[in-house]
């Protein structure tokens, strides 16, 4: 189909016309044409015609035409160039259609004859045909070149153009790749961060509190000067404070051990008497070794160090032995602080506020009384290492295995039965007000596609690691992604929201509330999320926990940023410390974990630390010159090096036609842990624990199928045209889906809000099911076949369907079948 000749030249008012020069040989070559009018644009292809005519004394010989079109099969419309005279133009008759020319001449076999065949004629048609299209090329090239420049400056036609004539195209792209990564490592620097830890540093800014209420309002306001468009989220939660009068207390046989001004939030409160037993770490090994030495740990009161796994793990694990609660210390073999430094944390099992599961946390919401299944039965409190160490001067019992001994300087042992312990927790739920502040930049082709990249506000104390650096660099992160916006001509294709989330010391609280008032449209629209979260804490190593669709992304940024201690690149780091050394598994108590196991939202979190991890979070020492005793060189300094990685992997995902996420990277995951669970299913029907008609070839089956789906869908995105906007944008909601499609559909968002069936937690993922399949090889009494098999089932049916829906369309998976 072509454009009618009135309308070749039309207004295109949305979108600017790609001319496709393939008759220059200029196949990779647009050229973007300005707006202009018709009667403009015609005069100057008229200009053209009179110009031949001239070179030719005006005499009726053959022109070239020019003639715009748009290609209905393709994206870009062609020239076309064809000799006419003037009578075709104004006849509309084909010359060879008609019997004489405009003078009256025959166009017959008697006037083909007056030119003769002589070498001289035949050497003159040549030459004057070769003259034609030199002439006209030149002169057709020069005069469209005019054309652009002159159309460009004539106001725009009031007349409405129809639907067929716009023709859309995406937006032009200023900046390539490189340009991005050097604005970024210029306007990036050491002063302007250092000038913000200044601005984001207070003694105090506990959740909901005054101070944390002040840094909302500095951070909004910094996301106003760089005209984000900034807004707040406000929530109303339960969280838990100390006692408001009197104190938590622990005592031994009747003698006071101390009086803690620490506490674990959410603990169970009440007054509690039992045996002390020391179980090491709190670890589910850990407690069997402590009951096969001590007996039964019912009604008991366990001794745990800090450390390896979380405060609410530590308190669950003891709570399923039936202990009666927990006293938790830092051994100076893991903590390098003051023997009467406390410790502060949380021990809900979960994030977001536990007395509203699976729904946000508004002043308008009116749900009956509800709490978390994540939520302690038993006291729990933390100890200093000082009272720690009148705990074990005081018990008697068995000594401990050689490995479970720190650096208390005391026989560590296990416990006896006249060790009575009384633990007194009188913590109280107050409902505050925290808010979240946000500010966006957004996108020019997928504005409704986003990333979002956040940081923890506020802390238990100065919490300069854990905090400070954190919504520093988001601030400036977000200063100079918007400056390369508005000054640099970067045009991003997908939005960016730039996050502060409150009450994040009390279980990621802010965020996961967040995320539950808005699962739909986070389910659908967000593609990524960065966290910034206690990013640097030392700057020997670094480590990162993330969904393997980032793995990728996250070592190209390392490619491109160096350290700053070594001058090499992050990269070179990497390699020499291993790469299954660097990537750790996410852990309940990371900002990113309900991003990627309750929402399916592929997320990362990383951080610059010593091999002795930064042992001042949850303290009231962590501030700028502890730091700076961990990093060596000025925290400034390292947090440079982290926004490096961070803007890195921010700009490549908004700036890339496709996004860029690693699409095979679960298939070796999904593989690793069929297999397993196939070797462990094999040894079980083979002792005829499980029925010898339980197979995993379905499983197997569903593994397989997955993987070449992803397969599929990685070839079908390497094989895109980067042109097409559309086939762009249906991809990138294909890869925005698997991770989505790895949440469990069978599971219950508020009974299990962590769906992922491979980083969630309960009995539906896989590596819970392989955990099942242990305790049935040792016949362990809390183990079900029945359960198994159901579980088995389950994960069977969410890969199958994670592969069905990477496939595509259902008629394509018919025809697979």
């Known amino acids: 189909m072509r454009f009618s000749h009135q309308k070749r030249f039309a207004l295109c008012s949305n979108a600017r016309t790609t001319l496709d ?3 220059l040989n200029r196949s990779n070559t647009y050229l973007y044409m300005k707006d202009c009018t018709h009667d403009s644009c015609e005069s100057k292809m008229n200009n053209v015609r009179s110009s031949i005519s001239k070179i030719f004394n005006g005499a009726p010989r053959s022109y070239t035409r020019f003639n715009l079109t748009r290609n209905m099969e393709g994206d870009a419309s062609q020239v076309e160039m064809k000799l006419s005279s003037d009578v075709d133009e104004e006849t509309d008759h084909p010359a060879g259609e008609r019997q004489a020319n405009g003078y009256g001449q025959p166009h017959d076999a008697t006037y083909v004859q007056k030119l003769g065949h002589s070498p001289r004629n035949v050497c003159f048609m040549i030459v004057a045909t070769l003259l034609v299209f030199a002439i006209g090329y030149l002169i057709g090239y020069l005069a ?6 002159e159309c460009s400056e004539l106001p725009l036609s009031d007349d409405p153009v129809s639907e067929e004539q716009v023709l859309p195209v995406e937006e032009e792209i200023v900046l390539d790749w490189s340009d991005l990564k050097a604005l970024l490592k210029k306007k990036l620097n050491e002063n302007s961060l250092q000038a913000a830890f200044k601005e984001f540093s207070l003694a105090a800014h506990e959740a909901g509190s005054e101070g944390d209420r002040s840094l909302a309002s500095r951070v909004h306001e910094r996301f106003k000067s760089y005209d984000m468009s900034p807004w707040t989220n406000n929530h109303y939660v339960k969280l838990q ?20 001004q620490a506490y674990l939030a959410y603990s169970a409160t009440g007054t509690v008497q039992g045996n002390l037993v020391y179980a090491y770490y709190g670890e589910p090994g850990h407690f069997q070794i402590a009951q096969n030495y001590k007996g039964q740990l019912n009604g008991s009161v366990v001794l745990l160090r800090a450390g390896k796994i979380s405060f609410a793990e530590k308190v669950a694990n003891a709570a399923k032995m039936k202990a009666a609660a927990v006293l938790i210390y830092p051994d100076p073999a893991d903590y390098s602080i003051e023997t009467n430094t406390e410790l502060y944390g949380h021990v809900h099992l979960g994030t977001g506020d536990p007395y509203t599961p699976g729904f946000p946390s508004f002043n308008h919401t009116q749900f009956p009384p ?12 933390t100890i200093t290492a000082s009272m720690a160490t009148k705990l074990f001067g005081k018990m008697t019992g068995i000594s401990a295995p050689g490995n479970w001994e720190g650096k208390l300087g005391v026989n560590y042992k296990i416990g006896g039965e006249g060790d009575v312990v009384t633990v007194e927790v009188n913590n109280v739920p107050t409902e505050k007000k925290i808010t979240n502040v946000f500010g966006v930049i957004m996108g020019v082709v997928d504005p409704d596609r986003y990333l979002v990249i956040g940081a923890q506000r506020d802390s238990w104390g100065p919490g300069f690691a854990r905090s400070t650096v954190g919504t520093s660099l988001l601030v400036e992160l977000a200063r100079v992604i918007s400056d390369m916006e508005k000054n640099d001509g970067f045009v991003p294709r997908r939005s960016i929201i730039f996050a502060s989330w409150s009450a994040g010391e009390y279980g990621s609280v802010g965020a996961t509330e967040w995320l539950e008032g808005y699962l739909s449209s986070m389910n659908l629209k967000a593609f990524s999320y960065i966290s910034l979260d206690g990013v640097v804490a030392g700057s020997e190593s670094i480590k990162a926990s993330a969904s393997p669709l980032l793995y990728t992304l996250f070592e190209g940024a390392l490619k491109e940023v160096n350290s700053p201690t070594t001058g090499q690149t992050l990269y070179a780091q990497v390699v020499r410390e291993g790469w299954e050394k660097v ?9 990113a974990y309900p991003f990627l196991a309750f929402s399916g939202i592929p997320s990362i979190s990383f951080r610059f630390t ?6 001042y979070f949850g303290t009231l020492l962590d501030t700028e010159n502890k730091l700076s005793t961990a990093t060596r060189p000025r925290p400034a300094g390292i947090a440079v090096a ?3 990685v961070a803007g890195q992997m921010a700009l490549r995902l908004v700036h890339d036609h496709l996004l860029k996420l690693d699409l095979l990277g679960y298939d070796g995951v999904i593989r690793r842990n069929v297999a397993r669970l196939h070797r462990q299913l094999y040894v079980l029907k083979q002792s005829k624990v499980l029925p010898e008609t339980l197979t995993s070839q379905w499983l197997t089956s569903a593994a397989g199928s997955y993987g070449r789906a992803s397969r599929g869908l990685d070839t079908d995105v390497r094989n895109s045209d980067l042109v097409d906007v559309e086939r762009c944008r249906v991809l990138n909601d294909r890869i925005m889906r698997v991770e989505k499609n790895l ?7 508020r009974e299990t809000p962590f769906r992922h069936i491979i980083f969630g937690s309960g009995a539906h993922t896989l590596p819970a099911i392989l955990e099942h399949l242990k305790s049935l090889r040792v016949h362990s009494p809390n183990t079900e076949v029945d359960l198994f098999r159901n579980q088995f089932a389950l994960v069977t049916w969410t890969i199958q369907g994670c592969a069905n829906a990477l496939a595509g369309d259902i008629w394509v998976l018919n025809r697979e079948e």
């Open 610 to 615: 010593n091999t002795a991890d930064y042992p």
């Open 583 to 591: 990537m750790v598994p996410m852990k309940m108590d990371d900002t």
């Open 21 to 23: 020069m393939s008759w």
């Open 743 to 749: 949440l469990s559909p069978y599971e219950n968002v």
């Open 370 to 381: 509800v709490k978390s299944s994540g939520l302690p039965e038993i006291p729990a409190q």
């Open 241 to 260: 404070g100390p006692p408001r009068t009197g104190s938590n207390r622990v005592s031994f046989a009747g003698e006071e051990i101390g009086r803690p």
């Open 642 to 644: 982290a926004g490096q």
């Open 144 to 149: 469209d070149h005019r054309q652009d420049k």
